[in-house]
């Protein structure tokens, strides 16, 4: 059981620490993604050999991965290597076309666009390049918007559909960001654009874009480019027939430029320029410079324009043979690029990225009218639900409320009868105290008589006693009186002021007045003179005082008064 228990506690911690490390080992391969990702623009081989150091990178999570494939084919691709058999991107390109992350799915379908490009497949090219171009506009990307936008124009000028390659690249010119890293981009693009002015003979345009280029590469020091420009003012300045200004444009650029394909370049722009001009032999110079060298060049559009140049050469030196020769392969050049600018597929690749971004938009809606939907229905149940409680709680409320109010009116009907009885009591014991008091006062008056008839000298034990108890019965009696007068100010607002000015004696004066006592029987409960100046006397005294403290002179007036308005 021992051994059970032991070997159990081993393979839990081989486990932990296997989990543990495989945690760790897939966090350095994320920030090692991440570390790539920052670097793959400025420095596209150091971003490579960090996305080399990832082990494994297909344990990531999915997204990571994803992200991994397009980081590993850009980087590549910007090292210039061969990446027409990375199928992998298409994978990460439907991934992201799925997902919230508009960036991603930009550079998703622009390398994906980019091995079509590579394998020659036009109609997915611009598909894909137009799918990137979309992403990058919601991303906010300006550098991958131009960047989509540029090759879109390189497509259609490819294509010698010009019209179309001249409105995206004026576009691509207002979305890279001015820096110097797109220095070459953007003279890249106005060069371009100068070449698609020049093929449709807009050569004014051409030549304004091509001395502009030239002024920029020359602020951005850019020598490769200032030759090139120089070159391509040289056969604008041919085609506007100012051969003498061509000839000298052309002759610095070839003596400014260190590029071998460029300098071949040059030489068929002088060929042509002394072949118009016809200058035969100068113009056979620069034939054989080039003309064993054309089958060499893997782009076809220089091809067409080397075979082109030598086949007038030819003919207008009387070299028909030759001058055939060169106009087959010019012919075959041009097949290869008609064969190549299918518009029918164009148009069908625009067709299609245009269903595409409507599918988009039309799910774009349904989600949005969903979502109202969604918040609708959330609402109106919430007012249900907040309805439903709010009239449950006046409900309970009310309820509570009458259930407060019954038992306030039952403890009101208590308390009225409690009042009641207790009027009843003391009007009760009011009578009972004049009564007792006033027949006293006769009884008192009897037994001195009769003592003194028959010589008493001392008056009775038990007499004493019993006016012991009458006299205590008064007191107490006075007692309450004063107590119920000082309840009874202070119900009232000026009560506080009248309770400050009036001593007991005088609360009592008032309330035996307010219970409805006689003058005779006041003076008797006061233990005074019932006289009736000095009854008055006490009374106006009162008055002043209750009158100084607030109180209504009318009420005044019933109260102490009421006896002598009787009279």
Known sequence: ????????????????????????TNNRSVDLLVQA???????PAAALLLLDSIRSPEEMDRGNYMQYIVADIQARYKTYQDIRKDTLIFEAQKYFDKEDNPYQAALANYYTASVYHENKITEKELEYFMLAEHYARIANDSLLLSKSQHSIGNFYYEKNVYDSAIVNFRKTLNYYPKNRSTESSRLNVIKTIGLSFYSTGKMDSAYYYFEKGLQMSDQFHNHDFHVIFIHMLGITLREQREYVKAGEYLRTAFSETSNPEEAQRIHIGLMK?????????????????????????????????????LAEFYQKSGDYKNALHYSNLHKEALQEINEANNFDRIAEADRRHKATLHQKEVDRLNMRNYLYLLIGVSVILIILVVTYFNNRT???????????????????????KLLEHQDESLTYMQGIYRNIVTEWVEIDKQVKSLAKEFGAKEEPELYVKIKKMVESFRQNTNEQLVGQAKEHFQKLPYGESVLSSLKDKELLLFMLYYCGYKRNDVAILLGVRPHKENMNFRKLDLRNKLLKAGMPKDDIGQILFAEDNED
Do not use: P
Request: glycine share 2%.
């Open 1 to 24: 059981m021992k051994k059970i228990v032991f070997w159990g506690s081993c393979i839990s911690c081989l486990l932990l620490i296997l989990f543990f490390n495989s945690c760790k």
């Open 273 to 309: 320029l002394y072949n118009t001009a016809n200058r035969l032999d100068s113009a056979k110079h620069y034939a054989s410079l080039f003309k064993e060298d054309v089958w060499k060049n893997a782009y076809v559009y220089s091809r067409r324009d080397m075979y082109n140049s």
């Open 37 to 43: 990702q920052s670097k793959i623009e400025s420095n």
């Open 394 to 416: 006046m409900r309970l409320k009310r309820q509570r409320i009458d259930e407060r109010n019954k038992l306030l009116e039952d403890q009101s009907q208590v308390q009225q």
